[in-house]
């Protein structure tokens, strides 16, 4: 299982971490994250290391997130369980670990970056997409809410618009990451693996890294052609998305006769009630909190949604039986209680049984 994950170090002091499972589009496994973790933390302790680069196998993405199916197996299997629950612990450790990271760290951001993946990239110092980029908080789909720090994150987009993304589930491009501040820099793909190659041409050990790495990202960068979407509609999506219950959400889109209202509305319809109103619940108790309160708040979630049948169902019906008709216990924002609600965000996953 080591060669799902390939480190390597240039003469110059460059690293480089490499996500190896392009047939599962670099999906993160527990096999994965482990190594990946000791080799930050040798990483951050050896003098030789100047900046690491953080990639993916592959031409169709950096990395769609965590391993589902096993997560799905779970639901039967008390191994699977626990085995679970030590994989989001994990994840956030080195999720954690990134923001922190005194090196720099450059995430290309190339292809599909989605779940995990976002997770892996937003905390590091140098976010770089190109027009293969396709972004996503994903996890509406399923039946389960965006974790990995997504509640610190999306709050860092303007207005409203974090909201939007991870209600919706939207898959945004280029333009739209940089916007987000999902990204901070633009390269097309040709260009990323030019700059790559001198990234680790470069001896580092005789020149000042930040000033170094800041120029040669300058030469490599441009602006993407197509301008962003999101910009464009955030008057409307903060129109509505700053409502403080899903309920008043839907209403607001509901009155408002505009092609993107309606489609926006049906598009929420489509998920999960519970995720919904705990995702919303989430981003707005998170509005002042620190990245470290977040991935806390993330792994009581996560915990409890082990423990919540309707995460399994919208596994069963994306990912598993692929019939996307998911029949929900909590059919309606009203069956899914403010008690119930609150319930989630207690550290006792036992208590969402149901």
Wanted: charged share 25%; with cysteine; glycine share 6%.
């Amino acid at each position: 299982m080591t060669n799902e994950v390939i480190f390597s170090v240039s003469e110059g002091g460059a690293a480089s971490i490499t996500l190896n499972r392009p047939q599962a589009l670099n999906s993160l496994s527990i096999e994965m994250l482990k190594p990946i973790g000791e080799k930050l933390k040798e990483w951050q302790a050896n003098d030789q290391i100047h900046l690491i680069i953080l990639r993916g196998a592959g031409e169709k993405g950096f990395c769609a997130g965590g391993d589902i199916k096993t997560l799905y197996k779970a639901r039967s299997s008390q191994e699977a369980f626990q085995n679970a629950e030590i994989f989001f612990e994990e994840e956030y450790h080195i999720d954690r670990a990134i923001y922190h990271y005194p090196k720099p760290i450059i995430a290309c951001l190339d292809g599909i970056v989605m779940g995990g993946g976002v997770g892996l990239t937003y905390g590091a110092s140098h976010r770089i997409v190109t027009e293969r980029t396709k972004w996503a908080m994903p996890e509406m789909n399923i039946g389960f809410f965006p974790d990995v720090g997504a509640a610190y994150f999306l709050n860092k987009a303007p207005g409203y618009v974090g909201y939007y993304l991870a209600l919706t589930a939207s898959i945004i491009q280029a333009a739209d990451v940089l916007f987000a501040n999902g990204a901070d820099s633009y390269m097309t793909s040709d260009h990323l693996h030019a700059f790559l190659t001198r990234i680790e041409q470069t001896n580092w050990h005789t020149v000042e890294t930040s000033t170094a790495l800041k120029q040669l990202i300058e030469d490599y960068s441009s602006t993407p052609t197509a301008n962003s979407e999101l910009a464009s509609l955030q008057n409307e999506i903060d129109q509505h998305f700053s409502k403080h219950t899903v309920e008043k959400i839907v209403e607001s889109l509901d009155n408002d006769p505009s092609k993107f209202a309606q489609e926006t509305k049906q598009l929420l319809l489509s998920k999960s009630p519970s995720s919904l109103k705990i995702t919303l619940k989430q981003l707005i108790d998170a509005q002042h909190k620190t990245v470290e309160e977040c991935f806390a708040t993330d792994l009581i979630l996560a915990k409890n949604f082990l423990n919540h049948e309707d995460f399994y169902e919208g596994v069963r019906s994306v990912v598993i039986d692929k019939d996307r008709n998911p029949q929900y216990i909590y059919q309606t924002f009203a069956d899914f209680t403010d008690d119930i609600l609150e319930k989630f965000f207690q550290d006792s996953s036992e208590t969402v049984k149901k």
